[in-house]
């Protein structure tokens, strides 16, 4: 016979990541600068009472944040790369579609995420949840080549900063050279 689920686990779980989904939604909307137990808590529809439970700080509910981002993140990054080695491509468009699509429809997400992975270089309590993101990605695809992975990681990196503060977000089209250079064999 299969063990039941506990109920109040799941639901804990469950009410844990609408919390740190309306942190991120605080964040796009408001800068980290917006982030206080109480602004959460209305963006969730929850009683403050319940972000304070999970979070007991504001530094444990922004590092919950950014390991929630990084996982996100790597995890897209990792399928979005490995359907188009199956597809029997490099990648290049596949990863620039992903890219147009952070800088386009999803630009806020983005800011938010950048924001949060930038605020790790004041607070260096937050430097080992922002440093996931890579650790994330290297384990999950175990390259062969560490120092081209963490090239082509920095390069995305920095076509997303400088997506952002561009006046138009880049088309997939106008990041494809650039991705294409970033995955050419060393």
Excluded: N
Excluded at 2 to 28: H, M, S
Excluded at 59 to 79: F, G, K, P, Q
Excluded at 103 to 132: D, F, S, V
């Amino acid at each position: 016979m299969k063990p039941q689920r506990d109920g109040r686990r799941a639901r804990g779980e469950k009410r844990r990541q609408e919390i740190i989904d309306a942190t991120l939604r605080v964040i796009e909307r408001d800068g980290v600068a917006g982030v206080t137990h109480r602004t959460v808590a209305a963006e969730a529809g929850v009683p403050t009472t319940s972000t304070t439970y999970h979070f007991e700080t504001l530094d444990d509910l922004l590092i919950a944040t950014l390991i929630s981002c990084a996982r996100d993140m790597a995890t897209e990054v990792y399928w979005t790369i490995d359907r188009a080695r199956s597809r029997g491509s490099r990648g290049a468009s596949e990863v620039a579609t992903l890219l147009a699509e952070a800088l386009g429809p999803r630009r806020g997400r983005t800011m938010a995420e950048y924001e949060l992975y930038l605020l790790a270089a004041r607070r260096p309590e937050l430097r080992p949840a922002a440093r996931r993101w890579l650790d994330v990605l290297t384990t999950m695809v175990r390259p062969d080549d560490l120092v081209a992975l963490r090239v082509f990681l920095a390069g995305i990196d920095g076509l997303l900063i400088q997506g952002l503060i561009d006046d138009e977000p880049p088309t997939a089209d106008e990041l494809r050279p650039t991705v294409e250079y970033l995955l050419k064999p060393r």
